[in-house]
C-alpha cells in the first residue's frame, strides 16, 4: 500500500477557492488509480472525483461537476484537487484514496480504495 498524506486544507468563506495537494510514497505512483472523498460527522464517506493512471480520464460526482478539477503529477507522486466557487455544503474531511487494482473512473465506493491519507478539514463559512 502507498502512504498517502493530504495537506492544503482551511477556512474559506462561500465563493472562495482552495487546492487541496495529495502527495504519496511508497509505491509506484503511475500503477494507482486516484481519487479524492470526503466525509461529514454522523455521514458516509462521499465520493467527490476521480483520475486515471495517466491522468487522461477524470470523473466527478454532480455536486462538484463544474467547480472541482482534479489532476495528477505522477513525476511528484502528487494529486490535486482544485476547488472553486465554494458552498458551505462542501465543508467537510476530505480524503485522497488510492488503488493499484481499478481500470476505471467511475468506482465511486470508498470500500474499492486500498490506500487512504489522514484528511484535511475544508470548512466553508456562508
Known amino acids: 500500500q502507498m502512504q498517502l498524506v493530504e495537506s492544503g486544507g482551511g477556512l474559506v468563506q462561500a465563493g472562495a477557492s482552495l487546492t487541496l495537494s495529495c502527495t504519496a510514497s511508497?509505491?509506484?505512483?503511475?500503477?494507482?488509480?486516484m481519487a479524492w472523498f470526503r466525509q461529514v460527522p454522523g455521514m458516509e464517506r462521499e465520493f467527490v472525483a476521480a483520475i486515471s493512471r495517466s491522468g487522461g480520464s477524470t470523473y466527478y460526482a454532480d455536486s462538484v461537476k463544474g467547480r472541482f478539477t482534479i489532476s495528477r503529477d505522477n513525476a511528484k507522486k502528487n494529486v490535486r484537487l482544485q476547488m472553486n466557487s465554494l458552498k458551505p455544503e462542501d465543508s467537510a474531511v476530505y480524503f485522497c484514496a488510492a488503488d493499484r487494482t481499478i481500470m476505471t473512473v467511475t468506482r465511486l465506493d470508498p470500500d474499492d480504495y486500498e490506500s487512504w491519507g489522514q484528511g484535511t478539514q475544508v470548512t466553508v463559512s456562508s
Open positions: 511508497g509505491g509506484t505512483f503511475s500503477f494507482y488509480s
